[in-house]
């Protein structure tokens, strides 16, 4: 019993993250804005307006470059969890925020305890890797105590023992 009392005592707190890499498309449009400015340079020389476009296309794919490279930090901590999105390992932003008390289920993306809420239109945020992986969970909560709401994360086995000591229940492996 004194075990028990110990360890609802303890904060629980694990990290798990998910790097998100360029798509081809990404990578081609960069490419194509850089080789776009060069050749706006090239021919006309250092008149004003080719060096402004020059510019505003190498500015276009500096932005592209540091949108398209993504870092997903899930942090677990007492029964709330939060997502943080990472631009080019360097600029964090507060994503996702939720408790696991408004937490309905937790399963992997094809397993069958998600086909109830499969065709009705429920908003679905992305913040895997997008590699295929085989490890692919979707959190499914309630928003503002109102909307249902489906997360897509990447998770380890550490991560969902700790959910799963918040939320028995919704936790399915």
């Known amino acids: 019993m004194l075990e028990r009392i110990k360890m609802y005592l303890q904060d629980v707190h694990v990290e798990n993250f998910a790097s998100r890499r360029p798509s081809t498309a990404m990578l081609f449009i960069r490419v194509l804005l850089i080789v ?18 020059a510019l505003g296309l190498f500015i276009l794919a500096w932005f592209v470059g540091t949108r398209t490279q993504i870092d997903f930090d899930y942090s677990y901590t007492n029964g709330t969890i939060e997502i943080d999105r990472v631009f080019t390992k360097s600029s964090r932003k507060k994503y996702l925020t939720f408790s696991m008390s408004d937490v309905i289920t937790v399963a992997r ?21 997008q590699n295929g992986k085989d490890n692919v969970y979707a959190v499914v909560f309630r928003f503002n105590k109102q909307n249902e709401v489906i997360v897509l994360m990447e998770l380890e086995d550490d991560f969902l023992d700790a959910m799963e000591q918040a939320a028995r229940d919704a936790v399915h492996r």
């Open 36 to 53: 776009l400015g060069v050749i706006c340079v090239i021919p006309f020389g250092l008149y004003l307006w080719p060096l402004i476009i």
């Open 109 to 129: 993306l094809d397993s069958d305890y998600l086909r109830a809420y499969q065709g009705r239109g429920m908003k679905v945020y992305d913040c895997t890797s």
